[in-house]
Structure formats: structure tokens, C-alpha cells
């Protein structure tokens, strides 16, 4: 099973997906490629795969992505047999933008294995106070052109099962954790 979640830069993704991969030891997380620059706190293989345009373009024509898009100038991709393998035999959780979720969710249920959906809400005001307080300080072109899609990736909502606010973190784990629960039971009664 693969449990995507998606929201605005800011809403809090990174976070609830480590705090989940460490409550419930039966769900993990695949890591994904991209172009951008690592960050001060980012582990290769881990946080993610960084590879130049050129790799992972290559990537992409040698159909190793399953999905990708260019988010804040920089590509990111799912990596085909890393989350083919890991939702086959267990839980995946991944961060996927919305462009990605419709093109993933339906890929992965016409090979049979089960995708849901969760899209995190966060205040305007709150993601902006939160994207001009993180660790790895974004510059405010930055900033902006993550603001700048809040409205877009807002309007994506109606895709995806649940909908919830992150407003409050142990709130939210405690939501996630009951729907992946809740969903992954459902799918071994099947």
C-alpha cells in the first residue's frame, strides 16, 4: 500500500512522514530523485537521491520514474522499483505533489496495489510564518514561489481521501496513524 501525502511546501510533509516511519514500524518511506541543491540537514539515499538534470533525465527515458514534475525549478521523480517493491510487500508513506498524485494513484491501482491519498491544509499566513522560520532559510524569491502555489495546489484537494488541517502535530500523527490503520486492514481483508 502507498500512502501519498501532499500539501503546500510548509505544511508540515517532511515531519509527520518522520515521525510516522518511527511510530509505526511496519510503514516506510521511499526516497525520491532530484535536482536541487541538498540541504544542511539532508542524508543522500535517505532524504533523497540528488542527481544532476542530466541523470535524472536519463532516469526518465529509461522509464525508471514512475512520475515527476519540475517543482520550484528543480525536478523530482519517484523512483519505479523502489516503490513497486517496498507498497507490494508492506506500507510506503511519500511525499508527492499533487501534479504527481493523480498519475501515480492511477499507475500503482491498475498494478493492484492500493494508494490513499491525504492532503495537508495550512493558513496562508501560517505557511508563510513557517517557511520564513525554517532551519534551512529560504531566500524570499523562494518563499514566494512557494506561496505563489498555494492557491493552485489548494484547488487540487478534491482528489484525494482525506483532506485534513495540520495545525497541530501530535493531532495530526494521531489522524494519519488511524487512517493508515485503518486502510491497511481493510486491504488484507481483501
Request: net charge negative; with cysteine; hydrophobic share 35%.
Amino acid at each position: 500500500m502507498l500512502v501519498i501525502l501532499s500539501g503546500v511546501a510548509g505544511a508540515g510533509k517532511d515531519t509527520i512522514i518522520k515521525a510516522i516511519t518511527k511510530k509505526m514500524s511496519n510503514v516506510c518511506t521511499v526516497p525520491s530523485y532530484t535536482t536541487r541543491a541538498p540541504r544542511a540537514d539532508d542524508i543522500e539515499g535517505v532524504s533523497y537521491y540528488f542527481v544532476s538534470k542530466e541523470e535524472f533525465e536519463k532516469l526518465i527515458d529509461n522509464g525508471d520514474i514512475y512520475e515527476y514534475d519540475i517543482h520550484h525549478n528543480h525536478y523530482y521523480g519517484s523512483s519505479k522499483k523502489m516503490i513497486h517493491e517496498k507498497a507490494k510487500n508492506g506500507i510506503v508513506i511519500k511525499d508527492i505533489d499533487v501534479n504527481g498524485t493523480e498519475k501515480l494513484e492511477k499507475i500503482l491501482s491498475e498494478e493492484g496495489i492500493k494508494v490513499v491519498t491525504i492532503f495537508l491544509r495550512v493558513p496562508k499566513d501560517e505557511l508563510k510564518r513557517r517557511l520564513e522560520n525554517r532551519i534551512d532559510k529560504l531566500s524570499h524569491e523562494e518563499i514566494m514561489l512557494r506561496l505563489n502555489r498555494f492557491d493552485y495546489e489548494e484547488s487540487k484537494m478534491h482528489i484525494y481521501d482525506y483532506v485534513m488541517k495540520n495545525d497541530n502535530l501530535e493531532k495530526a500523527l494521531s489522524i494519519i496513524e488511524t487512517i493508515i490503520t485503518k486502510e491497511y486492514e481493510e486491504e488484507l481483508k481483501k
